[in-house]
């Protein structure tokens, strides 16, 4: 297990700020180094205020790159959609400056439309600067679900495939998700959970069992730091 750090925070506004800073400083490091730098952020409800807050930091935005860990296969008219979530909340204020790339297109399917996304994620600046998770009460992070029918080659450290469709029995619509290696290759990786419900799912995580059973353990278990940002 390797948790370089568990910030805790009495709430969600607190961590925004903090996440904001962390992940700001992340960005800003990277655009020094290389001149450029990509986020891959997560969807879901819990990022709001976590995105907001980013949108205000003073970072060299028109350099920066936006895409998500996962998606869900449907349109951005759809309040189901992570882009949608990303383009309301995080892509205002100052990080309106920012280029997005969504992982989700018109194709029918995650499987018709992943080339045309493997394409535009070709132009990010790689390794991502910082990716940021989410977990759901049933352990899964990006779309590494549970009963996934991907799941194996998602969550192995050796994946070749960057970008893979996921389907599984509590994910909703099609899926579609960055694969392990291109998570764990980010300069800052952290673990975003808010909610006291989420509490003891994270403390089972964290205790033994296959990592099939609750996956955002791939991650835990990864030999590489992780900071986890957890408010109840
Ligand atoms: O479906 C998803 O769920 C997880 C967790 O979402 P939350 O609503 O419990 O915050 C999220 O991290 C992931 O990006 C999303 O596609």
Known sequence: MSVAGFHEFGDGAALAAALADYVGAALAARVAR????????SGGRTPTRFFEAL???????????VTLVDERW???SSDRSNARLVRQHL???????????????????PEDGLFAVNEALEDLAWPL???????GDDGHTASFFPNGDHLEEAIDPQATLGLIPMRAPNAGEPRITLTLPVLLGADALALHIEG?????????ALG???ASEMPIRAVLRADRPLDIFWAP
């Open 129 to 135: 600067a910082a990716a940021v998770l989410g977990m």
């Open 55 to 65: 949108s205000t930091r003073d970072l060299p935005w028109s350099k920066i790159a």
């Open 74 to 76: 449907v349109r951005e």
């Open 196 to 204: 006291a419900a989420k509490r003891p799912v994270l403390d089972k």
């Open 208 to 210: 033994e069992g296959p």
């Open 91 to 109: 892509l205002i204020n100052r990080a309106a400056d920012a280029r997005f790339v969504p992982l989700a297109n018109d194709a029918p399917t």
């Open 34 to 41: 290389d001149g450029m730098a990509s986020l891959a952020v």
